[in-house]
């Protein structure tokens, strides 16, 4: 097997008494689809903001892309080629579709601080975010504020903004919350069409959506993953079915 | 993070369109560029100087509102660095150097250093804290220039001379030195006008509204905050340089915290973050002050009400006025 983009050995976070993340660990494989699963609670959040950098583990460690990771930033993870989206969608609104895009895109450029160079005429940065901008469907809405998007348009924008990022690793921080069943649909087929081009870290709640997209499941509960493999065995999976299914079946 | 810090988030809505900028300001500096003219038409002689102080304080108000307005960092300390850059430019004239090409470059690197110390500092905090800090680092200078009795103390200090370009006094002719200033403004304003839509303010202006946003991006928010307050500082400093030449005098109460509260409402007055409100905020505070000092000694007990109803009743300041009735008018 390759070796992975994202590896996770034994992280552990607590507040105060309680253990959020007791001793995950998991690991993404290139190109892989990797789904996180779990009840409210299970910590889900709390371990993408510790791969993200936000917070920081109490001990274990996490490696991207072969190099130990857990004491860097969040920006200096994101420079590194760590992308996410958030649960609560995260834009800028007051910024139209295109500059969220634009100002993804020049993280990346060859002087992303530029201090007098006027940046929203600049092809170097419009073009690329172009391109990432019908990639997610959202070409029509370009010049709107981000604030004024359906909650469905602003998932699709984060993802926009991930791409520009040109990502080894996209964390997709339940995208699915909150969003009609036709936009969701949407979403669905936008994710399955960069399947396979990133490893992705998909945190969500809609069973239906994770076993369609996922190639790997792993279930948190309590902080712990309980069980992890295919879709169809950990769905199978006895443990699972009495921990967080159970109340389906 | 939603945390905009403290009222400056609330300001972007308010926030002109930058394409209904350039028509203003236009508007503005060439109203400004004509007041020389209207005084030898007979408009009050005073007028002169008090446009002359206004445009000062509008390059501080300015500088002010790159942080406030355009970043979200309100800085309750911005005095210090018009009082850094007259006390540099007081002293050097005291001891014999009054060549402005001399000044200037010693000024914006004495101003650069103490914005980036006490910015690095103060940046580690938000929202209330920050104002406090800010505050504190004001007030630190303020007392440092007190005590600073070979250049008079606490009673200031008085300019035997003014500063010069190649020999010739700057402030020479009152005319001459209102057009100097008036440049200087024109060239802070295009200045921050640039730096607001590059790159790099486009970072800054992000950063305003959704740092965890700008940050997982993959940028450095403190750096760019910081970068951000060394500009701001500087340009404050410059207009410390004109206070000093125009009153020939400098003192203390230059950078008490009372002058930075003043530049806040001035930008507050004018509009948050709409540069030229800010310009326009610093006109209309010291005429306002003029013609009620002209009124009545106590001056203040009418001044202080007018500032709260002010702010109670209007949203986005003069600009944000002028803007609601441009779009009834369009509409």
Request: glycine fraction near 12%; charge should be positive.
């Amino acid at each position: 097997m390759a070796d992975p983009v994202l590896a996770l050995d034994g992280v552990r976070k607590s507040f105060g008494a309680l253990k959020v993340t007791d001793g995950v660990s998991f690991s993404v494989a290139p190109g892989e689809l990797h789904a996180l699963i779990g009840p409210n609670g299970a910590g889900k959040t709390t371990l993408v903001h510790q791969i993200s950098g936000m917070l920081r583990p109490d001990a274990g460690s996490i490696r991207f892309r072969g190099a130990d990771i857990t004491g860097l930033s969040p920006e200096k993870r994101a420079r590194a080629g760590l992308a996410r989206t958030f649960q609560i969608t995260s834009t800028i609104a007051s910024l139209s579709v295109l500059e969220n895009v634009a100002l993804s895109v020049q993280a990346r450029a060859t002087h992303p601080l530029a201090l007098f160079r006027n940046a929203a005429r600049d092809a170097r940065l419009n073009g690329p975010a172009w391109a990432a901008i019908d990639a997610v469907g959202l070409g029509e809405r370009a010049h709107v504020p981000a604030g004024r998007l359906s909650h469905g348009e602003k998932r699709a924008l984060e993802i926009a903004m991930a791409l520009t990022l040109e990502p080894a690793a996209i964390l997709l921080d339940e995208p699915l919350a909150g969003v009609g069943h036709e936009e969701g649909a949407r979403l669905i087929a936008l994710l399955k069409s960069l399947k396979g081009r990133y490893a992705m870290l998909l945190v969500e709640h809609d069973m239906e959506a994770v076993f369609a997209l996922a190639d790997t499941v792993s279930v948190l509960v309590y902080g712990r993953v309980i069980a992890s493999g295919e879709p169809a065995s950990v769905r199978a999976d006895p443990t699972v079915r009495e921990a967080y299914l159970g109340e389906e079946g | 993070m939603s945390a905009a810090p403290t009222t400056a988030g609330a300001a972007g809505s308010t926030q002109s369109r930058p394409g209904s900028r350039p028509l203003l300001a236009l508007v503005l500096f060439a109203a400004l560029a004509l007041v020389p003219a209207a005084v030898s038409l007979g408009v009050p002689a005073h007028w002169l100087s008090l446009v002359t102080r206004a445009m000062i304080f509008a390059i501080a108000a300015l500088s002010l509102d790159l942080i406030l307005g355009v970043g979200g960092l309100v800085s309750f300390g911005h005095a210090a660095f018009i009082g850094i850059g007259a006390y540099v430019t007081g002293i050097m004239i005291t001891e014999g150097r009054t060549e402005t090409l001399l000044i200037l470059p010693v000024l914006l690197v004495v101003c650069a250093i103490f914005a980036a110390v006490t910015g690095a500092v103060s940046l580690r905090t938000r929202g209330v804290a920050f104002i406090m800090i800010t505050l504190a680092f004001g007030q630190m200078v303020f007392f440092l220039a007190q005590a600073l009795s070979a250049y008079g103390g606490d009673d200031g200090l008085t300019l035997y001379a003014r500063s010069t370009i190649a020999g010739l006094d700057i402030a020479a002719s009152r005319t001459g030195f209102f057009y100097i200033v008036l440049g200087a403004l024109i060239g802070c304003y295009g200045l921050v006008c640039i730096i607001v839509a590059s790159r790099f303010g486009r970072v800054l202006r992000a950063a305003r509204e959704n740092a965890t946003r700008v940050t997982v991006t993959g940028y450095d928010v403190g750096r760019v905050r910081l970068i951000a307050y060394v500009i701001s500082g500087m340009i404050a400093g410059l207009s410390g340089f004109f206070l000093a030449n125009q009153t020939e005098f400098v003192s203390p109460a230059f950078m008490s915290w009372q002058r930075s509260g003043e530049l806040i409402f001035m930008v507050v007055l004018g509009g948050v973050g709409s540069l030229h409100g800010a310009i326009i905020g610093a006109l209309a505070f010291l005429f306002a002050e003029d013609v009620l000092a002209g009124i009545t000694e106590h001056w203040k007990a009418i001044f202080g009400p007018l500032i709260v109803l002010f702010v109670l009743f209007t949203r986005g300041g003069i600009v944000g006025i002028l803007a609601r009735i441009r779009g009834r008018s369009d509409g």
